[in-house]
C-alpha cells in the first residue's frame, strides 16, 4: 500500500515504484482516476465561466462599440 501512495507523490525520478503486479494495477486505476477527475474539474470550470447567450450577444455588441470608438479617434488623429 505504501508503493502506491509514494508512487502518486513522486516526482517522476523512480525512486519508488510498485513492484507487485496488484501494486501496478492500483497505480494504473489511480493514474485513470486522477484524469477523469481533473477532466471533471476542467468541464465544470469552463462550463461555470462561459457565457450565456445574451450575454455573448452584449459582448459582441460592447466589443464593436468599443472598436468603432477607437477606429473614429485614429481618425480624428489622422485629419
Known amino acids: ?10 516526482v517522476g525520478y523512480g525512486d ?3 513492484k507487485t503486479n496488484f501494486g501496478r494495477f492500483i497505480g494504473i486505476i ?5 484524469v477523469f ?8 470550470l469552463t462550463n461555470t465561466l462561459d457565457l450565456e447567450e445574451s450575454e455573448q450577444r452584449a459582448f ?3 466589443r464593436r ?3 468603432r470608438k477607437i477606429l473614429r ?4 488623429k489622422m485629419i
Open 1 to 10: 500500500m505504501w508503493n502506491v501512495i509514494i508512487t502518486l507523490t513522486t
Open 16 to 18: 519508488y515504484y510498485p
Open 30 to 34: 489511480t493514474a485513470f482516476w486522477g
Open 37 to 44: 477527475f481533473v477532466s471533471l474539474f476542467v468541464v465544470a
Open 60 to 62: 459582441i455588441l460592447l
Open 65 to 67: 462599440l468599443f472598436t
Open 73 to 76: 479617434e485614429n481618425a480624428c
